[in-house]
């Protein structure tokens, strides 16, 4: 079992590279290659493709990351309030930033948690997404700044 060092060093990395705009490659190193790993953003499925279904195994996460990139930019992505559970190797964070759907140019800010799960190497078996679904929703279908 990892240690907490471990566990948070494992976390930042993720959230750095994210952060960074690392490529799809980059990101997808994080997941465990010996434990098979899930990715879901939580919300309805249809307020966007990427939300309300898990990706599962490591080409099902890689499409993820390719739906977010295809879809989402963001910048100013930090990240607070690490909390990390040596006991059950999961890791959650709070993290901001400023989001834009590409094809309308709409943005919003948005504050969204992450949990994610790690195996024994300290790699993500399981990656979820609590966000603002409802504001990628309304930025995808260009009502956003409807009053």
Known sequence: MPARSQLLHAAQ????????????DTLVAHFSKTHQCTAIEYGEQCLAPF?????VGLDAIRFYFEQLAGFLT??????????VDSETSR???KG????????TGQTWDETFTYSLDFDDESRITDYQVWADSGAA?????NKLDDK
């Open 74 to 83: 963001y910048e100013n992505m930090r990240f607070s309030e690490w909390i």
């Open 137 to 141: 929703y309304l930025a995808r279908i």
């Open 51 to 55: 939300i309300g279904r898990p990706f």
């Open 91 to 93: 890791v959650s964070v």
């Open 13 to 24: 990395a993720l959230c750095d590279d994210f952060s960074a705009k690392k490529d799809v």
């Open 96 to 103: 901001r930033a400023k989001f834009t759907w590409i094809e």
